[in-house]
């Protein structure tokens, strides 16, 4: 068991540009969940998956993102035509069926410059 | 919606001396989970303690300790026996029972560890 890994670590790219994240969650947890951290500022929730089903999607986001985990592993975080203000790092987080607790990756930093 | 404040942008305490970090949060739910994280410089963050809102012993892990006052919606960590590799972001998370919810988070208290 290696841990939640996620890839890129860093990804620097330029306005208007679509990117993709990756994240591999440890094996057998079912569930996943992708944060947004600035900086300064705790992570913030953006979208959870139990298996292969997007179950919740917060206000955070907007049309230019889309998450999916197909085949309930890994999962992928799309952002489209990236903004300035989509500067962050990425956090990926899953966890095991009955357990509350998650368990982070190192996450994605993305520059948009 | 769920609030979690920290009032300590930053924290500072000797090495081996004990630090309380505060944690207040704002339900109107009786069911969830509060955790403090931990998140070094370039790191992952990673677990450092779990309390259960049903449960009125406050949890403990080693030198790490928590008074949970439920009424108050309060709930501070304290270390003991600081060490350097102490030193990092502690965030507080709260999430609801019962579901899969995401993590609601506080700002963050960074801890410096002086020598």
């Known amino acids: 068991d290696t841990g939640v890994s996620q890839n890129p670590r860093h990804k620097i790219t330029k306005r208007g540009q679509n990117v993709t994240f990756r994240c591999d969650p440890i094996?057998?947890?079912?569930?996943l969940y992708w944060y947004r951290q600035t900086l300064g500022q705790g992570p913030e929730f953006l979208t959870y998956?139990?298996?292969?089903?997007?179950?919740?999607k917060s206000r955070l986001l907007s049309d230019r993102f889309s998450a999916e985990r197909p085949k309930g592993s890994f999962s992928t975080l799309e952002i489209q035509r990236t903004e300035q203000g989509d500067s962050a790092m990425y956090l990926c987080a899953s966890s095991p069926r009955g357990i509350y607790e998650q368990y982070f990756g190192p996450g994605t930093r993305l520059t948009v410059t | 919606a769920q609030t979690v404040t920290q009032s300590q942008p930053e924290m500072s305490v000797q090495e081996a001396e004990t630090v309380t970090l505060s944690c207040t949060y704002d339900?109107?739910?009786?069911?969830?989970?509060l955790f403090w994280y931990k998140q070094p410089p370039s790191r992952q963050m990673i677990l450092v303690i779990r309390q259960e809102a049903y449960k009125q012993q406050n949890a403990t892990e080693n030198r790490f300790s928590v008074n949970f006052q439920k009424a108050a919606k309060s709930f501070s960590l304290k270390i003991s026996d600081s060490q350097l590799g102490d030193a990092a972001m502690y965030f507080c998370?709260?999430?609801?029972?019962?579901?899969?919810?995401?993590?609601?988070f506080g700002k963050g208290t960074h801890l410096i560890i002086q020598p």
């Open positions: 998956f139990q298996n292969e089903a997007q179950l919740e």
């Open positions: 094996s057998e947890h079912n569930r």
């Open positions: 998370a709260y999430r609801i029972g019962g579901g899969a919810d995401g993590l609601t």
């Open positions: 339900t109107s739910e009786s069911d969830y989970y």
